[in-house]
């Protein structure tokens, strides 16, 4: 699947007790868009309500209309970025008094009447037990949401179908993110329901490809740093030389996620450069 699929379904029901919505905002960013899910049989839990675009509430309400739902019964959000929470105040308006709950922490600004939602709280509906997980590294606030009866986890951006997760300067680690994705290696997961992308049914696999693949990108900046390159777009030009230079920037990102995280564990130093940018040494 190339990454930006303009022909991903809008909806889709992967499961007795998964339906999916579309975000229908395709991007380099969230891909085909950003994937809401409802869980249960009657009267079923939302998981994020996409970005606030404007034909997304009538699409959502065409699909519950097929399964012969009114409504959610509530709204659980995986974190606070725009394109999983922004279209909170769209699904106030069309269904009254609905409950909208979250990880609240470090949040900056939030819509009125968020609730906050705990590690290890259990979410129910009919038929499914979601129990949240607290997995930071892409956002200090992010939960995944683990589905008892089918042995599932609901990733948000943890784990992407189609891309690495991108961990943003600022409110991601990428310490934080490894010490998810083993905290996730912990639990009986089956399948994967990932926020962009389609199910991933190998999802032990996926995670283990996930920590892999953040291991190699660590050896080639170690690498690159006892070759003597010393700023992050020097280690880009070097390590992704097979990425078009329209994704540098991102892999920029990832570079100092990494670096960050190495001088977090004591094993690379990093000089600040007046009007250049920083050097990154490692520590003998």
């Not at 922004?86 to 008094?97: D, E, I, M």
């Not at 920590?211 to 020097?234: K, V």
Request: aromatic fraction near 6%; charge should be neutral.
């Amino acid at each position: 699947m190339s990454w930006i699929d303009r022909s991903f379904p809008t909806t889709a029901t992967p499961s007795d007790l998964v339906g999916r919505v579309l975000g229908l905002n395709p991007g380099m960013m969230t891909g085909p868009g950003t994937n809401t899910y409802l869980v249960g049989r009657r009267d079923p839990i939302l998981i994020d309500t996409g970005a606030g675009v404007a034909e997304y509430p009538p699409l959502l309400a065409r699909y519950l209309g097929e399964r012969g739902w009114p409504q959610p019964s509530r709204i659980i959000l995986t974190h606070r970025h725009p394109d999983h929470l922004g279209g909170v105040s769209q699904l106030r308006a069309r269904f009254r008094g609905i409950h909208v709950s979250k990880m609240i922490f470090r949040d900056a600004s939030l819509p009125e009447s968020i609730h906050d939602l705990r590690d290890g709280q259990k979410i129910e509906s009919d038929g499914g037990t979601l129990i949240a997980v607290h997995t930071p590294g892409h956002a200090s606030d992010h939960l995944c949401f683990y589905l008892v009866e089918e042995r599932a986890l609901f990733t948000g951006d943890v784990i992407l179908a189609g891309s690495t997760t991108v961990i943003p300067s600022g409110d991601g680690d990428l310490l934080d993110y490894m010490n998810s994705l083993r905290r996730l290696q912990g639990l009986d997961v089956r399948r994967i329901y990932p926020a962009h992308g389609p199910v991933i049914e190998d999802g032990p696999g996926r995670i283990q490809e996930y920590i892999d693949h953040r291991l190699m990108r660590e050896r080639q900046i170690l690498e690159s740093l006892g070759n003597g390159l010393a700023t992050i777009p020097a280690m880009v030009e070097r390590i992704y030389t097979d990425v078009s230079k329209a994704l540098h920037p991102m892999a920029a990102m990832s570079v100092e996620s990494h670096l960050k995280k190495l001088a977090r564990e004591g094993r690379v130093l990093e000089t600040v450069v007046r009007d250049a940018p920083s050097r990154w040494l490692l520590v003998r």
